[in-house]
């Protein structure tokens, strides 16, 4: 049992960078806007974060500069794809090469260095047969996450905003006509979106491996834009996603550490082929995608088109 608590609470730590940046990609896609170049935005703030901590051994200002740095990122992203009308997956693939360059560059004085581990109990419920260790020993990111992923929900289903929002990614074209600045709305979606992925990227160099290695995000940014559509666009249905890979996640280290006789390559691809493996399936029913996509997802708004 003890095993089996340590499990749950592994896959709850692999899964809430996942977690974050894929709430994240669900409020830019729901605004119809596709990024691509989540994985180079966590990367940059997955070392901005790392720097910062590691300055000022704050993981509060941490987070808070890998929150800033992505919101830059998006900024980019932004400028480019929606005032300057660019191909937005061309743009996206730019932005993730540009943003996997650009850490590696400002990461180099910080390879090899590590910061503290950090852990939360929470009093009391920490102490509890099983569900103590597997539920409450978590970082307060974790729990933040959660409440983060309620709260998109809400927004999105139960509110004004969210019902103009899922109309700019449906039908920007009517929505323009109706008077919303269609494009500042995506901008603040994007805002938003970059945000997430800054914190996903933090939570990565700060407490899931809290040190800096070149390519530490190693692919979480593909896996969190794969789980938007595993997910059909739904916050709750995101956070069973982001559970489900990151117990894949872990099942490789688990596996290992039992001793199975597998290839460690083999194991250490599980979480990439189980994402191809979705992503297969969900395609063989074209018509699901249509019903769930939002319909103007991936294409430019032309207010003159109105």
């Given at each position: 049992m003890e095993q089996f608590a340590s499990l749950i609470a592994a896959s709850i730590n692999a899964g809430t960078p996942l977690l974050l940046a894929a709430l994240g990609l669900l409020i830019n896609e729901r605004a119809g806007v596709l990024n691509l170049g989540a994985e180079g935005m966590m990367l940059v703030a997955a070392i901005a974060g790392f720097a910062v901590g590691y300055a000022t051994h704050s993981p509060m200002l941490g987070f808070i500069a890998g929150a800033l740095s992505g919101m830059l990122m998006a900024s980019l992203f932004s400028w480019l794809a929606l005032m300057l009308a660019t191909n937005q997956v061309a743009t996206g693939l730019a932005l993730s090469i540009f943003g996997t360059g650009l850490s590696a560059f400002i990461g180099q004085r910080f390879v090899g260095l590590a910061l503290p581990s950090q852990t939360l109990s929470i009093p009391f419920l920490k102490d509890l047969p099983f569900v103590g260790p597997a539920l409450f020993q978590q970082h307060w990111m974790s729990y933040l996450s959660l409440l983060l992923c309620a709260a998109i929900a809400w927004f999105i289903y139960r509110t004004r905003a969210g019902l103009i929002l899922r109309a700019?990614?449906?039908?920007?074209?009517?929505?323009?006509?109706?008077?919303?600045?269609?494009?500042?709305?995506?901008?603040?979606?994007?805002?938003?979106?970059?945000?997430?992925?800054?914190?996903?990227?933090?939570?990565?160099?700060?407490?899931?491996?809290?040190?800096?290695?070149?390519?530490?995000?190693?692919?979480?940014?593909?896996?969190?834009?794969?789980?938007?559509?595993?997910?059909?666009?739904?916050?709750?249905?995101?956070?069973?996603?982001?559970?489900?890979?990151?117990?894949?996640?872990?099942?490789?280290?688990?596996?290992?550490?039992?001793?199975?006789?597998?290839?460690?390559?083999?194991?250490?691809?599980?979480?990439?082929?189980?994402?191809?493996?979705?992503?297969?399936?969900?395609?063989?029913?074209?018509?699901?995608?249509r019903l769930n996509m939002p319909a103007s997802l991936g294409k430019p708004f032309k207010p003159n088109a109105s």
């Open positions: 700019v990614g449906e039908s920007p074209e009517s929505a323009h006509a109706l008077g919303y600045p269609v494009r500042w709305i995506r901008f603040a979606a994007l805002l938003f979106g970059g945000a997430c992925c800054g914190l996903a990227g933090a939570y990565l160099s700060l407490v899931y491996t809290p040190m800096w290695v070149e390519g530490l995000v190693s692919g979480h940014g593909w896996i969190a834009l794969a789980l938007t559509a595993f997910a059909t666009w739904r916050p709750l249905r995101v956070l069973l996603g982001a559970l489900l890979f990151g117990g894949v996640t872990i099942l490789q280290f688990y596996l290992q550490g039992i001793g199975v006789t597998v290839p460690s390559q083999i194991l250490s691809m599980l979480p990439y082929a189980a994402t191809i493996v979705v992503l297969a399936l969900i395609s063989r029913n074209p018509d699901w995608i």
